[in-house]
């Protein structure tokens, strides 16, 4: 994800919008995503998919809900963030 990030924080700087707006189009089902439920579950969720940490939580959070897990999941394939 930095990868991408750091494509699109440069493509700004460089007055590259083209570039940046094609970055940004790739990444919004990922943005979408991590929104789904109101809690910063699902961006746990995420970084464990990517290997970054577990997706463990601690009240008052709660576990995302398998709906949840599959349009993460479905995103960060779909973004070329993570291989099945």
Not at 37 to 54: F, R
Request: charged share 35%.
């Amino acid at each position: 994800m930095c990868s991408d990030m750091q494509k699109f924080s440069k493509s700004i700087d460089k007055d590259e919008l083209k570039r940046a707006e094609e970055i940004d189009k790739k990444l919004q089902p990922v943005h979408k995503s991590l929104f789904i439920e109101s809690n910063p579950s699902p961006v746990k969720y995420a970084a464990k998919l990517i290997g970054l940490c577990d997706d463990k939580v601690r009240l008052p959070l709660v576990t995302v809900l398998e709906k949840t897990k599959s349009e993460v999941k479905k995103a960060l394939l779909s973004a070329e963030l993570i291989n099945e």
